[in-house]
T-cell receptor, first 117, second 111 residues
């Protein structure tokens, strides 16, 4: 079983619809990232969360640490939102004496979102 | 534009060969991470460097090695290439900001 599970794997929506992508994880984490990967391949970091909720434009990300679950919502979806959305978790940080920390990420398989006009 | 650069953008080579992928982090970022993205495995963490020192290792094969230089750029060396090594290789940088900024990736095709 993967440490990070996303659902759904594929999602098709009509322009204007409200979209939710879910992420569940099984390890203790210090942060959760939502990433967007466009068809060209480039990856953009959308959010980094350790608690609560963050909003940026039409995107909202929430996390429930007790339930080990996060959601990414897109309001008023648009065809340009079509991309793969990837959830990634940073396992609980272990401080190092020499400074700097281990920020290794573990990734979900991604959700392919297609928004049709 | 994340500020992270990777070269080359595309690389086509043959089995058994050796290649070097290069990454320049954002100005001021001390950590560099390497990731492999293949169709069947998704994104996987390979290795992290912080200020020239190896910090964490993931699913990196023994045929692969990396280093971070004093100017903080990093190179990922892949040797004895196999067909299954064909993938997108991303580097990301971070620290002091813990958010990771990804480069555009290098698409490696092994024929």
């Amino acid at each position: 079983k993967n440490e990070v599970e996303q659902s759904p794997q594929n999602l098709t929506a009509q322009e204007g619809e409200f979209i939710t992508i879910n992420c569940s994880y099984s390890v203790g984490i210090s942060a959760l990232h939502w990433l967007q990967q466009h068809p060209g391949g480039g990856i953009v970091s959308l959010f980094m969360l350790s608690s609560g909720k963050k909003k940026h434009g039409r995107l909202i990300a929430t996390i429930n640490i007790q339930e080990k679950h996060s959601s990414l919502h897109i309001t008023a979806s648009h065809p340009r939102d079509s991309a793969v959305y990837i959830c990634a978790v940073r396992p609980t940080r272990v401080p190092r004496i020499s400074g700097g920390s281990n920020y290794k990420l573990t990734f979900g398989k991604g959700t392919l979102l297609t928004v049709n006009p | 534009d994340s500020g992270v650069t990777q070269t080359p953008k595309h690389l086509i080579t043959a089995t058994g060969q050796r290649v070097t992928l290069r990454c320049s982090p954002r100005s001021g970022d001390l950590s560099v991470y390497w990731y492999q993205q293949s169709l069947d495995q998704g994104l996987q963490f390979l290795i992290q460097y912080y200020n020239g020192e190896e910090r964490a290792k993931g699913n990196i094969l023994e045929r692969f090695s990396a280093q971070q230089f004093p100017d903080l750029h990093s190179e990922l060396n892949l040797s004895s290439l196999e067909l299954g090594d064909s993938a997108l290789y991303f580097c990301a940088s971070s620290v002091p900001d813990p958010a990771q900024f990804f480069g555009p990736g290098t698409r490696l095709t092994v024929l």
